[in-house]
């Protein structure tokens, strides 16, 4: 039982390019959670889906783009990064057996990305 | 923008002793959760309180809530090299669906 899985875990842009943090998780969990954690603001949400097929923005959705795929999968895409996008960005998950306001955040361990 | 704030914001005790976070929070809310993270890991989900509990135990942790001051305290007693790690509050806002997290504490251990 892996949990939640990130790739990559690391990874180095130059400012302009592309590229798609992806999200895995085998826990048959409804909901799926991208944060980014810089030095000294803590964690923010960035997007999240509450179930399958839905999507929706958190508090700093700019810049980013997420896909659903599935049930399993939610992906988080930097279209043209910036520096200010270099971060710690941390998928999670959760099954809202309590509603969802109530259950615990399953974390992966983060991929760290750096743009120059 | 920060809901929930931790007090101190770093902490370091010896092996054995006690070790007490502190967290704030600004508005109503349905829940209250601590995480803990270690060096270059994920969060991991230590324990959660509602709103209407007061305290809540799991093995060497002990939370309390005080929503007419809005706070939170977590106290791991006799505390382990291991429980070395940063620390951090949650709070789902009432009438929101977004936890949101405070900049945490980080607890140093010495053996």
């Known amino acids: 039982n892996a949990g939640v899985t990130q790739t990559p875990k690391f990874q180095v842009l130059k400012t302009g390019q592309s590229m798609t943090l992806q999200c895995a998780q085998d826990m048959n969990h409804n909901s799926m959670y991208w944060y980014r954690q810089d030095p000294g603001m803590g964690l923010r949400l960035i997007y999240y889906?509450?179930?399958?097929?839905?999507?929706d923005k958190g508090e700093v959705p700019n810049g980013y783009n997420v896909s659903r795929l599935n049930k399993r999968e939610f992906s988080l895409r930097l279209e043209s990064a910036a520096p200010s996008q270099t971060s710690v960005y941390f998928c999670a998950s959760s099954n809202p057996w309590a509603g969802v306001n109530n259950s615990p955040l399953h974390f992966g361990n983060g991929t760290r990305l750096t743009v120059t | 923008s920060q809901q929930g704030e931790e007090d101190p914001q770093a902490l370091s005790i010896q092996e054995g002793e006690n070790a007490t976070m502190n967290c704030s929070y600004k508005t109503s809310i349905n829940n209250l959760q601590w995480y803990r993270q270690n060096s270059g890991r994920g969060l991991v989900h230590l324990i959660l309180i509602r709103s209407n509990e007061r305290e809540k135990h799991s093995g060497r942790l002990r939370v309390t809530l005080d929503t007419s001051k809005k706070s939170s305290s977590l106290l791991i007693t006799a505390s382990r090299a291991a429980d070395t790690a940063s620390y951090f509050c949650a709070t789902v806002p009432a009438g929101s669906y977004q936890l949101t997290f405070g900049k945490g504490t980080k607890l140093s251990v010495i053996p």
């Open positions: 889906s509450a179930s399958e097929g839905t999507t």
